[in-house]
């Protein structure tokens, strides 16, 4: 009976043992493969909070900051505003966006076919005439407000960068890269922010150029607006200002 209950301890410790080894060995692959999983595909986590926003999304308000960058000189130009956007289909986008900065005033609106700068100073209308460019116009609102994974897909390759912070807002760096080589002539990259609790952009950043000149848009106090009117989107009327048009582009 002595002989017997010796095995048998003998036994529950080498079993002990056993477990020990497996749990030592075990708990950390199956921690590391449950991680793995988990970020096996980051983009597809920012698709798809792009995609949950882009089902009621009808328009935005905010204010905006651009920072027109030029390497050459390494020159800084920063205009600050606000800017209202209407997208209620992907072909029809309607836009505001008003810098009130006091040396450098400019207004600019987009409504179907037509884009109007306006210059406070120079008294200055420039109208264009986007209507053989539509497609153009169309890929560049895919950058973010409003649209859905599949139709950023279509128009873009794009790479997942990593998690970054805004101002303090957690967001995800996404790279945009042309597919069309008509768009990759106006724009060579867009890297996009996402912010992780609204799936809109929180921050833009267009190379224009291969010599690393850029445009930075930041966004702050972002709300979706979804009742945005037509009057709403269209600069005020002022009879005092010269109009010029610039043609079909």
Not at 102 to 123: F, Q, Y
Not at 162 to 167: A, I, L, S, Y
Not at 209 to 224: A, C, F, V
Request: glycine share 6%.
């Amino acid at each position: 009976m002595k002989v017997m209950n010796s095995v048998r301890a003998m036994n529950a410790v080498k079993a002990t043992r056993t477990t020990r080894i497996m749990t030592r060995f075990t708990l950390p692959v199956l921690f590391a493969s449950a991680m793995l999983l988990t970020a096996a595909d980051p983009l597809a986590d920012v698709f798809a909070r792009m995609d949950k926003t882009a089902q009621h999304f009808k328009g935005m308000t905010a204010d905006i900051q651009e920072t027109a960058h030029t390497e050459l000189v390494n020159d800084n130009t920063i205009s600050t505003g606000t800017i209202k956007l209407r997208r209620t289909k992907p072909t029809d986008v309607r836009l505001l966006i008003d810098f009130t900065n006091p040396d450098a005033p400019k207004s600019v609106s987009l409504s179907g076919s037509e884009a109007r700068i306006r210059n406070p100073k120079t008294k200055i209308d420039q109208v264009y005439d986007l209507a053989n460019k539509q497609g153009l116009v169309e890929q560049v609102f895919l950058l973010g407000f409003g649209a859905t994974s599949a139709e950023i897909k279509a128009t873009y390759n794009v790479k997942w960068i990593g998690t970054e912070n805004v101002d303090g807002q957690p967001a995800s760096h996404i790279e945009l890269i042309p597919k069309s080589a008509e768009m990759l002539e106006r724009l060579k990259r867009a890297d996009l922010w996402i912010s992780d609790s609204l799936g809109m952009p929180v921050q833009q950043k267009l190379f224009t150029t291969g010599s690393g000149d850029y445009t930075l848009l930041k966004y702050s106090n972002l709300k979706l607006a979804p009742s945005l009117s037509d009057n709403d989107l269209k600069l005020k009327a002022d009879k005092g200002f010269q109009i010029q048009r610039v043609g079909k582009n």
